[in-house]
């Protein structure tokens, strides 16, 4: 099934931001800042997208790492340093919502 738009374009920046995919370390404080700006169903949908695009180029080691990270995320609340780093990688790749310097909540 094809991603809504605004999902599309969220997915679109995160390729932006990790050309060369996101690295392991990345992706819980990327879930828990995607968490402050979106419903649990849009980071679900983007999540099941990325492990579907990590499936398709046969990296299963990035697949399993966004499920890992999915679970984590929901029970660890990552470093404040390590959502500042994710965020200023996708604002340098024109993420909108992640400005650096801003909070976890996007205030």
């Given at each position: 099934?094809a991603l ?27 879930f828990a800042?995607l ?9 679900s ?6 492990v579907?695009?990590?499936?398709e ?5 990035s697949?399993e790492?966004?499920?890992?990270a ?21 604002a ?13 909540t996007?205030?």
């Open positions: 099934m809504p738009p605004v999902l599309s374009t969220i997915v679109e920046w995160l390729r932006a931001g990790y050309p060369e995919g996101v690295p392991d370390v990345d992706y819980i404080p990327l800042l968490g402050s700006q979106l419903t649990d169903s849009q980071v949908a983007i999540a099941d997208e990325l579907a695009l990590a499936s180029t046969g990296d299963t080691a697949a790492a966004v499920k890992t999915i679970q984590t995320v929901t029970q660890h609340k990552p470093l404040e340093s390590d959502i500042a780093r994710v965020r200023s990688r996708l340098a790749g024109g993420w909108p919502l992640a400005a650096p310097g801003q909070g976890a996007g205030n």
